[in-house]
Nanobody, 122 residues
Framework: QVQLVESGGGLVQAGGSLRLSCAAS????????MGWYRQAAGKQREWVSS???????VYADSVRGRVTISRDNAKNTVYLQMNSLKPEDTAVYYC????????????????WGQGTQVTVSS
């Protein structure tokens, strides 16, 4: 079994910063892409940023220049540093990872964390 556990959410004023973390644990034999999504109340979940195991990074236009994604492969952990936060960044942030769960397997399974709330006050 695999678990993704997020942490680092909270309440912050507009213009502030937060750093989210997501640690993967369990039966892991390799992780391909790791990323972050968010879902605001009453809206669909949207992709925020992703990073591959080789370090290729992409950002959504809505956050580019304000957030930085990084990962520690030794710790199976991905981070999202968020700066210059805006009220419209308020959402539940979810971690996602494509994980190989069996030795010798060539396929990856997508896993999700339980989410962490980020609230930005104006």
């Amino acid at each position: 079994q695999v678990q993704l556990v997020e942490s680092g959410g909270g309440l912050v004023q507009a213009g502030g910063s937060l750093r989210l973390s997501c640690a993967a644990s369990g039966s892991i034999f390799g992780i391909n892409s790791m990323g972050w999504y968010r879902q605001a109340a009453g809206k669909q979940r949207e992709w925020v940023s992703s990073i591959t195991n080789s370090g290729r990074i992409v950002y959504a236009d809505s956050v580019r220049g304000r957030v930085t994604i990084s990962r520690d492969n030794a710790k199976n952990t991905v981070y999202l540093q968020m700066n210059s936060l805006k009220p419209e960044d308020t959402a539940v942030y979810y971690c996602n990872a494509d994980i190989r769960t069996a030795y010798g397997s060539i396929g990856y399974t997508s896993f999700w964390g339980q989410g962490t709330q980020v609230t930005v006050s104006s």
